[in-house]
């Protein structure tokens, strides 16, 4: 991994933001991106929201992409380019939590904090027999003492490295490599057989189903799109017009729903209905469907831009949204 043994803070901190809810395969394409066209704090803090917005494009979990602006921001014009050097001052930077104001902490600055992601956890829950929730608050609490009890405190960058590499390669969420496992005489969960069973984790995730019906309004070359602004999924990218249903509806019904009609007065009839197009986050799962529309008045949408389709390339929009502009070959 490129930012592998990386001592720059800016580097270390763009990894570990991209690395927040990617898996590595994805976010290292992400980071050479970043790096190639923003090397420094600067050069970031400088480039316009929607440019690096652009280049955020597909990798979901948008407020990391706003945060990630704000703080180059921050730290260029009101710190003076100085990346913060301790962990309290690290950890103040906006979307930085203790994971990653340790991970800054240790690999930039070898200050003495024990990361604690999900290999870590793992490891110390299987080789000490940990039967606490993972997910919990006492949980959390417990892996953190514990983590930050067992750090080497002369080589934390070393020792950080090591116990999540070995999470990652060794002791691995399934199928762990227990028989060539060096540990394996000391474990608590080899000895004991227990090794599936940990880590206990409270929680299952229940996901909520959302339906979005994209009216995709054209008249002549252009189509209405807008921004969304509000605390939602996908802040700050560009959509059609939205009507959303808490479950699946049909067209016919659609079109005659009082939102449509307050909208498109005319009622026109769809051009084309997309077959569904999926997409499956953390915590929900959206389902959905692209309408087609031409209208031929001069009217504007209000709250929504007429924006060239020829030119939509240069727009960051969701992944299911870009995916139903590659099949219609717009973009
Ligand atoms: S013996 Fe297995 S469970 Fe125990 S630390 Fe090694 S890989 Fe993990």
């Not at 704090?41 to 602006?69: M, P, T």
């Not at 902490?105 to 999900?118: E, I, M, R, T």
């Not at 769809?270 to 959206?286: C, F, G, N, R």
Request: glycine share 4%; aromatic share 14%; with cysteine.
């Amino acid at each position: 991994m490129p930012w592998k043994g990386e001592k720059d803070p800016y580097k270390i901190w763009l990894s570990e933001i991209i690395l927040q809810q990617t898996r590595v395969e994805q976010g290292w394409e992400y980071y050479e991106r970043f790096i190639k066209k923003y090397p420094n704090i600067q050069k970031l803090a400088k480039a316009k929201q929607d440019d690096v917005f652009k280049l955020w494009e597909g990798l979901g979990y948008y407020s990391r992409c706003k945060n990630l602006h704000h703080t180059a921001q921050h730290i260029s014009f009101e710190l003076n380019g100085y990346f913060p050097t301790t962990y309290d001052t690290i950890l103040n930077l906006k979307g930085v939590g203790p994971y990653t104001a340790s991970a800054i902490a240790s690999f930039a600055f070898n200050l003495p904090y024990a990361v604690v992601d999900g290999n870590v956890t793992r490891v110390l829950a299987r080789f000490f027999g940990i039967n606490k929730a993972v997910d919990t608050t006492e949980g959390k609490k417990h892996f953190s003492q514990l983590a930050q009890h067992l750090l080497h405190k002369t080589k934390p960058a070393l020792y950080n490295q090591a116990i999540m590499d070995f999470g990652a390669t060794v002791c691995k969420p399934q199928l762990p490599l227990c028989a060539i496992c060096p540990f394996q005489s000391h474990c608590f969960a080899f000895k004991k057989n227990n090794v599936t069973n940990l880590p206990v984790k409270e929680k299952s995730i229940i996901k909520k189903n959302r339906w979005f019906y994209f009216l995709v309004i054209t008249t002549g070359k252009h189509v209405f799109i807008k921004k969304r602004e509000n605390k939602d999924i996908w802040q700050h990218l560009y959509e059609f017009v939205l009507l959303e249903r808490s479950h699946k509806t049909n067209t016919v019904s659609l079109l005659t729903d009082p939102d449509f009609k307050t909208l498109l007065h005319a009622q026109p009839k769809p051009l084309a209905v997309s077959t569904e197009y999926k997409q499956l986050l953390t915590h929900q799962t959206i389902h959905a469907y692209f309408l087609k529309f031409q209208i031929n008045n001069k009217k504007d949408l209000q709250g929504f831009e007429k924006f060239s389709i020829d030119k939509l390339k240069t727009i960051a929009f969701p992944k299911l949204i870009n995916n139903y502009l590659k099949d219609i070959g717009w973009k």
